[in-house]
């Protein structure tokens, strides 16, 4: 073993206190970098809070660049007159910078669409060509985001209520048909045997089909299918299916 001279000893312990302040500063330096960070959940996700809705979302896979956030138009003066619109990927980025984007923002948009093409599970979770062609849109934080599900709501409630004992618009499978209009022709439907989470539903000429739901005084949500591909035969899965999908993102609010 080489015997080190006591000054030589000295210098030793100089580098190495030197080096030990040097690592605990970068440690230090990398937690505060990380202190904006959003939460993570013990699957993966990552909690985004916007206005105190938390939305749990995958942080990677190829939704990160289709899933995306914006605003309205006439809410974004302040913005040079333009909405703005961001992927879950520049969310993930830039959480400091994102976070005062949302807390400038009146109301608040989430587009989450499947798309088929991708090899990976939607959202990590699901299989897509299962669910394809379902679009997600939740809103959030102004009057405005319930103003549109609130009013769908009236109406089925109403259209609800104006069945009658073996009233032959209820079919045996449990879900009522309304036509409104003539050209083009609506039809709204409503589950009245064993209302679901999701039990009312509009859909359109074109078979485009819209499911709209308000969850608290400032948080509504849709989501829209192809009709074609999603005959009225399967909707009650179909619907619990979607439901599963709403309870992995709206981790407070759907249960």
Request: aromatic fraction near 10%; include cysteine.
């Amino acid at each position: 073993m080489v015997k080190l001279s006591r000054r030589w000893r000295e210098v030793v312990v100089r580098r190495g206190l030197t080096l030990f302040v040097f690592l605990v500063a970068a440690l230090a330096g990398q937690s505060s970098a990380s202190a904006g960070d959003w939460q993570r959940l013990s699957d993966g996700r990552v909690v985004i809070d916007i206005k105190g809705v938390r939305l749990a979302l995958p942080e990677k896979g190829s939704d990160l660049r289709l899933i995306k956030f914006g605003s309205e138009e006439r809410e974004m003066a302040q913005f040079g007159g333009h909405a703005w619109e961001i992927t879950l990927e520049r969310v993930l980025e830039s959480p400091d910078e994102v976070r005062d984007l949302f807390s400038r923002s009146g109301m608040i948009h989430v587009h989450i669409p499947n798309v088929t093409d991708r090899s990976d599970l939607w959202l990590t979770k699901f299989n897509r060509w299962e669910l394809r062609t379902l679009q997600i849109g939740i809103f959030i934080g102004a009057t405005a985001a319930v103003a549109n599900c609130e009013e769908w709501e009236t109406d089925f409630s109403r259209l609800r209520a104006s069945l009658g004992a073996n009233d032959p618009r209820v079919a045996t499978d449990g879900w009522a048909e309304f036509v409104r209009g003539r050209s083009p022709v609506s039809r709204i439907y409503l589950q009245v045997q064993s209302p679901a989470f999701i039990s009312g539903l509009t859909c359109d000429a074109l078979r485009s089909c819209y499911a709209p739901k308000c969850l608290s005084s400032d948080v509504g949500f849709s989501y829209q299918f192809n009709e074609n591909v999603h005959g009225r035969t399967t909707w009650t899965a179909f619907n619990a299916k979607a439901t599963d999908v709403l309870k992995l993102v709206l981790i407070d609010l759907v249960k």
